[in-house]
Nanobody, 128 residues
Framework: QLQLVESGGGLVQPGGSLRLSCAASGATLNYYGLGWFRQAPGKEREVVSCISTSGSSTTYADSVKGRFTISRDNAKNTVYLQMNSLKPEDTAVYYC?????????????????????WGQGAQVTVSS
């Protein structure tokens, strides 16, 4: 069973950068599409970005396009989210999630309901 653990969250000033990591265990990430989601207090969980099983396809929410970059290292069983030019509205708990696709996938899914495996979340706070 896939288990995911996020790390790298913290407090950063507006305009700063953070890199989130999500380490997997219990299964190889090669067969999983991966996504990053976030949930701010009082708001619903929203998609941030996703990456296909091979890493050849990535998709971003409009709110983070041009600022965030998702990547994966299947050899290290880890997915990353590089966050630059952070804004206070990026403050949220960030979750990584896995979507089992043993036959691979051309495009990753931006729908939370597609994902069966979730990490516990990492807090990101953007404040001066």
């Amino acid at each position: 069973q896939l288990q995911l653990v996020e790390s790298g969250g913290g407090l950063v000033q507006p305009g700063g950068s953070l890199r989130l990591s999500c380490a997997a265990s219990g299964a190889t990430l090669n067969y999983y599409g991966l996504g990053w989601f976030r949930q701010a207090p009082g708001k619903e969980r929203e998609v941030v970005s996703c990456i296909s099983t091979s890493g050849s396809s990535t998709t971003y929410a409009d709110s983070v396009k041009g600022r965030f970059t998702i990547s994966r290292d299947n050899a290290k069983n880890t997915v990353y989210l590089q966050m630059n030019s952070l804004k206070p509205e990026d403050t949220a708990v960030y979750y990584c999630a896995g979507d089992y696709r043993p036959l691979g996938q051309a495009l990753c899914s931006m729908r939370p309901g597609t994902y069966d495996y979730w990490g516990q979340g990492a807090q990101v706070t953007v404040s001066s």
